[in-house]
């Protein structure tokens, strides 16, 4: 494809992307404005809200002035000050990521991977640029350069993912036409590229497979508080574009509060206020607001929190057994730090993985207090590493020696098979040569005293004899195997009716003269 082409297909693409998002955060707004307001507020002021909040969803803090009156009713310290938020509503962020993907693989697969992602990341960094001219006003303020770069970055970073996912699962394409990614991904040498491969298949697993433990186990947290939760709903009486505004914004933080819970579940945990505590070991809170949703935060620490930590060092065990078992199959020899390096490299990715997204997770999300929300980055990231590390390194090693005893006697017992089949084979073909021959012989022997009976008186006497071997002969008349038979001109083959069922290997025989 060409690089236009790719480049338009991109910026459009992206177009519709962000356009999405900004939907998402601008639809319910103008539905609140409609409905609860009554059109009587001034339209500028949820079309500032919503440009904040697609900036907010892509990392891009944002610093909120309000009103003394409404300060003075949330009773946080603080509250009349301008106050910044921080914490990225990863919701929006995950369909712009979603989208960057798209657009990396398409154009991978065109051979122009640098080109596409250029367009996405020019189109995002514009909608970025407007978003802040937007939601500058008294009430919201943020900087320019991170509302152009942060949204640039995370579309740009779906597309780097799109396409290496592209350059890995088709490496046929030709290299020199397949653009700046593949080229390096098949240019890296073959023992590093086989651990990295490694690395990301086991670190990456591990820690998809923790998220996805933590977003069950959050769906049944959700699922046992589920009345406590509409408690909430009531007891805000919000209405019904109010509820819908609500579960909106509850919606766009969905995947922090899955963050969340992976890092209850390795240990460290998160907090919710400064100064509180939600663990495994221990639960500590000040005041919270009353988001119906904050009403599934664990009162106190359940019986098996401790035994969750187990979930990654599993993961990671299965991971590698599974990779370090495709390569035992793959090759005979394996080096024996091989699966001592697979099991670092995993641990970084996997502590990288998990520890930037409890970073990206957390943030102010208001006054005093409120600006401490969310894990500890560094505590999620070190103790995803130890674990995943740790049950990799037991699961590559546990491939390595078990595997190698157990294909030895696999390979034996499959060649004595194979002989054994073999020798049956070359038995039943000999016996059927047997067979054959032998009908073939006493065929002959017959139709040879026919012809003598009848034709020798028909030759002079000082006719040349031509010895004739008989085969399959009785072994009383070994000694005169060899008989004489006179030479004789070539006569004319006798004709056969069509009804005649003479065997194709009989009919010569019967017939000496046709020789």
Known sequence: ?????????????????????????????????????????????????????????????????????????????????????????????????????????????????????????????????????????????????????????????????????ESVRNPSTDVANAGFVRRAVQSAPPLLGEIASAAFRVGGAAAFG????????????????????????????????????????????????VIWAAAWMLGPGFAFGAGSSVAPGGTLLGPVPGIPLLGALPGSAPLFGALLLVVPVLLGFAGAWIVGGERRRASAETPWWRPAAVAVASALVAGLTLGLLARWSSGAVGPGRLAEVGPDALAVGLVAALTVGLGALAGGYSALFGRADHDRPAAGTELARRDAGLARAAGRADAATETFDAAESSDAAEAFEKHTSDETEAFDETDAFVGVPVRGADERD???????????PPAERPERRDDDEVPWWRRDRDDPGGR
């Open 1 to 165: 494809m060409r690089r236009p082409t790719i480049a338009l297909l991109a910026s459009l693409e992206a177009f519709v992307a962000a356009l999405l998002g900004f939907a998402l955060a601008f639809v319910p707004l103008m539905l609140l404005w409609a409905v609860h307001f009554g059109l009587a507020v001034d339209v500028m002021v949820f079309v500032h809200a919503a440009a904040g909040v697609w900036l907010l969803g892509h990392g891009v803090n944002v610093t909120v002035q309000i009103d003394p009156v409404t300060a003075a009713a949330t009773g946080l310290p603080g509250a009349a000050d301008p106050f910044p938020i921080s914490i990225a509503l990863l919701g929006i962020a995950l369909l712009s990521v979603a989208a960057g993907v798209r657009i990396g693989r398409r154009s991978a697969a065109g051979g122009h991977a640098l080109t596409g992602a250029l367009a996405a990341m020019v189109v995002f960094g514009a909608a970025g640029f407007g978003a802040a001219v937007l939601a500058d006003s008294p009430a919201l303020h943020t900087n320019v350069w991170w509302a152009v770069g942060l949204p640039a970055f995370v579309v740009g970073l779906g597309a780097l993912i799109g396409a290496v996912e």
């Open 478 to 488: 070994a000694d005169d195997a060899a008989v004489a038979a006179p030479a004789r």
């Open 210 to 257: 923790v998220l996805s433990f933590a977003a069950f186990l959050l769906g049944v947290v959700i699922f046992l508080d589920y009345a406590t939760i509409a408690g909430l709903y009531q007891a805000l009486d919000a209405g019904i574009d109010g509820g819908i505004v609500l579960t909106m914004a509850e919606l766009a933080v969905l995947p922090n509060l």
